[in-house]
């Protein structure tokens, strides 16, 4: 638990305890039996004894969803990556799904702004992740990221099954995430739909309408066919999924994307999983930490808060942190920044040992 002392430390590690002090000391940071060790200390040190400790703090322990009272906990809206081999139609599906969402007159004007963006249908909101490509979705993942609800493949049915779509579907399998199979293209003379889903099923991606699992809509992203089906598919396995969050508490989620602009400094795109995020809030993401100076949604309007499921933009954080990166809001500015400061302590001694073990006899494995 947070604000262990030294001697419960020793005793959880069954070390003595002089053990820790010792290494305490060489960290730099002497403290006595009974004082309490901040949580990366903690972890750092046992680390360093070879034990992998992980302090929870009442955050975090909030941060899973069965330590929210049921009551609390309210429907939230699908978050939706849509992956697929290059050239098969990603990005003219997102242009035709915000069209979609303008012509309806509902959601009013949707733009690309901040890298992900959110339309209405039915009623109801969808929100896509513009940026994971394969790259980003597995550094989120190794970093224990759950960014995304649904996977929407995209297959071009001119082109089949191709090296980027079975990676795809590893990446959406290992991170247990459903499939629905987007076969784009259908307009294209060449065109096979069919062949498709019978590719698919030697990657254990088959249709419900064979006895599968996965929901298949024909649609051509250029023009404009089937995508009112495929989003309701979507809302769909959202349904099945039955997604909830609760919205009131402190927000927590993940970075999406960071960037540091000219007149605006640190900018962060976040996805919120479970709380809301208000302009004020003190929070940490990654090494960085600030007071959310000013916050813009999806459409580029200036926002107050966000709840979960939602994506924005966030100005005021001391420097640019990391895609995949959790974020956390705290009740008051300094715990915020001392845990900031913790974290860029341990990434630096961390980065401090990784070059002291680059000897001259390793230094040759690493050419
Ligand atoms: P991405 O690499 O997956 O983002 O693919 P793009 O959206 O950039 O599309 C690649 C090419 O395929 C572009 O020239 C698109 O115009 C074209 N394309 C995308 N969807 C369709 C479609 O439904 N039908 C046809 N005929 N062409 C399409
Ligand atoms: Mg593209």
């Known amino acids: 638990p947070q604000g262990s002392t030294v001697s419960d430390l020793a005793e959880l590690l069954g070390v003595p305890a002089n053990d820790i002090i010792k290494r305490l000391f060489l960290l ?113 993942r190794a970093r224990g990221a759950k960014v995304t609800d649904i996977v929407i493949l995209i297959v071009a049915a001119d082109d089949g099954v191709m090296p980027q779509t079975v990676e795809s579907i590893n990446h959406a399998k290992a991170a247990d995430v459903p499939i629905i199979v987007a076969v784009n293209k259908i307009d294209k003379p060449g065109a096979n739909p069919d062949k498709v889903r019978q590719e698919l099923t030697e990657y254990g991606v088959i249709p419900e309408e064979w006895g599968g699992q996965n929901m298949f809509v024909n649609i051509s992203a250029k023009k404009k066919q089937g995508i009112d089906e495929l989003l309701e598919s979507v809302l769909l396995e959202a349904d099945v999924l039955e997604l909830k969050a609760n919205p009131d508490t402190f927000a927590s989620g993940y970075v999406l994307e960071g960037k540091l602009d000219r007149g605006r400094g640190s900018v962060a795109t976040v996805l919120v999983s479970r709380g809301t995020l208000h302009v004020g809030d003190a929070l940490v993401a990654g090494l960085s930490y600030g007071r959310v100076r000013a916050m813009i949604d999806p459409k580029g309007n200036p926002v107050t808060e966000a709840g979960p499921s939602d994506p924005v933009e966030i100005l005021g954080l001391s420097s640019v942190p990391n895609a995949g990166d959790e974020f956390r809001v705290f009740q008051d500015d300094r715990e915020a920044r001392d845990l900031a400061d913790q974290r860029a302590l341990k990434a630096r001694i961390e980065e401090q040992n990784r070059v002291k073990h680059v000897t001259l006899e390793n230094l040759f494995d690493t050419m």
Do not use: C
């Open 28 to 140: 730099g940071t002497p403290l006595t039996l009974t004082e309490s060790m901040s949580d990366d200390l903690i972890e750092l040190v046992a680390d360093d004894l070879g034990r992998d400790v992980k302090v929870m703090t009442k955050e975090e322990e909030n941060s899973f969803s069965f330590y929210d009272n049921p009551e609390d906990l309210k429907p939230r809206s699908p978050v939706v990556t849509v992956m697929g081999h290059v050239d098969h139609g990603k990005t003219s599906l997102l242009d035709a799904i915000r069209h979609t969402g303008v012509a309806a007159g509902e959601a009013g004007g949707i733009t690309q702004a901040i890298g992900a963006s959110q339309v209405q249908i039915n009623g109801r909101t969808i929100t896509f992740i513009d940026t994971p490509g394969h790259e980003t979705f597995t550094a989120m």
